[in-house]
């Protein structure tokens, strides 16, 4: 029998369980005020027929001296902590444990997320530095993807004014994707926060970056497209936001390169036409 935090850490290490069969566990466990669970109520609870099998492989594989090592060598927030930010308990399955290095009181600040072009052009750059300042000002942290493009530079451009960053990650707060960032993230990991849902050891894999944009959405009160193509992830982003009733500023750009098609769709959509900063401070006037 396992304790519930317990239990769940070692299931993020386990094969043929989803986040989705995770919380069906949690909130079994808060409907019957139910602490403890044998490896066949997990089965039954939280995994599918099909995948019953590696579950269960991969359960006997771990040792409880093995997780307990993987819990001793990072820091996390439990979805059941005081700490755990509410903002992110409103969306869908949020993650259940949130792995951090930096300043973990930049969770409770007001925070609004930059995410576009990873091949920003030269107009992208130039918004950023339009954009940034004066909600820096304004005292937002920005949070973002880290990826390379519109959001390292609106990382970048965060620190050099002396601002307040989180960068969420899709990767363990080990590893660094892209490269191109790893100074970028250093520096956020040591003076600001950087988090992730994936322990250590575990790198990039194309299912984790839809994942990361759900904590970006879900983080902030409200999210900025700049320079997104009509099928750019940053779209996923939007999408999301919109979906969990945070507040979406797209910026328009030029009509003819196609650089900015995915922006121009989302004001159509009824996201926020942004062509300065006071268009974003003026939607968010109740946190100022």
């Avoid at 989803?18 to 669970?37: C, D, N, P």
């Avoid at 269960?56 to 001793?72: A, F, G, V």
């Avoid at 005081?82 to 007001?110: A, D, V």
């Avoid at 050891?201 to 879900?218: D, S, T």
Wanted: proline fraction near 3%.
């Amino acid at each position: 029998m396992y304790e519930l935090e317990s239990l769940l850490f070692k299931l993020l290490f386990c094969r043929g369980i989803s986040l989705r069969g995770s919380w069906r566990l949690i909130k079994y466990a808060l409907e019957k005020q139910y602490t403890h669970f044998s490896l066949g109520e997990i089965v039954y609870l939280a995994v599918e027929r099909q995948h019953e099998q590696a579950f269960r492989e991969s359960w006997r594989e771990l040792s409880d001296e093995l997780i307990e090592e993987k819990k001793q060598e990072q820091t996390y927030l439990f979805c059941l902590n005081e700490e755990y930010p509410e903002i992110l308990l409103e969306i869908p399955y949020p993650p259940i444990f949130l792995f951090y290095e930096g300043n973990l009181s930049l969770l409770m600040e007001k925070k609004l997320s930059f995410v576009g072009a990873r091949e920003a052009t030269n107009y992208g750059t130039q918004v950023v530095s339009r954009l940034i300042p004066t909600l820096v000002t304004n005292e937002f942290v920005i949070v973002s993807g880290l990826a390379k493009g519109i959001d390292a530079q609106s990382h970048a451009k965060v620190l050099s004014l002396g601002g307040q960053a989180i960068g969420v990650i899709g990767t363990g707060l080990d590893c660094c994707y892209p490269s191109s960032s790893r100074e970028l993230q250093l520096e956020i990991a040591k003076n600001h926060l950087l988090v992730s849902e994936y322990p250590s050891g575990v790198g990039p894999k194309r299912h984790h970056f839809p994942m990361r944009n759900r904590i970006i959405a879900g983080l902030s009160l409200g999210t900025c497209i700049i320079e997104a193509k009509k099928r750019s992830g940053s779209l996923i982003t939007a999408q999301m936001a919109m979906e969990y009733g945070r507040e979406v500023f797209a910026v328009p750009g030029d009509i003819l390169s196609g650089h900015s098609d995915g922006c121009h769709n989302l004001i159509q959509d009824g996201a926020k036409c942004v062509f300065s900063a006071k268009d974003i401070l003026d939607e968010l006037h109740h946190f100022l």
